[in-house]
């Protein structure tokens, strides 16, 4: 499987940017999918998970009411809509894929927020 984000830039706080993840090569054994960020000094977490099957999500509690996790399974294709953007929300941001015990990762786009 592979993943290419694109969607990053420079923006200002309030704004609003949308992440695209295009996915690749053994599409059919993703069973989750999503997104995690690293800022600068600090660990890669998760942003928002999705289950490809159920379609469940899970949200980081520092992104909810903000940012929504969607998918075009024609274009095998996820995206994250993020609004309200934050100063704090500046980080490189990374789509995942799970297929079993197997994960992942794209080669990450980065996200900056002026304020």
């Known amino acids: 499987v592979q993943l290419v984000e694109s969607g990053g830039g420079l923006v200002q706080a309030g704004d609003s940017l949308r992440l695209s993840c295009a996915a690749s090569g053994s599409t059919f054994s993703i069973e989750a999918m999503g997104w995690y960020r690293q800022a600068p000094g600090k660990q890669r977490g998760l942003v928002v998970g999705m289950g490809s099957v159920d379609g469940d999500t899970n949200y980081a509690d520092s992104v909810k009411g903000r940012f929504t996790i969607s998918r075009d399974n024609a274009k095998n294709s996820m995206y994250l809509q993020m609004n309200s953007l934050k100063p704090e929300d500046t980080a490189v941001y990374y789509c995942?894929?799970?297929?079993?015990?197997?994960?992942?990762w794209g080669q990450g786009t980065q996200v900056t927020v002026s304020s």
């Open positions: 995942t894929a799970w297929a079993g015990v197997q994960g992942y």
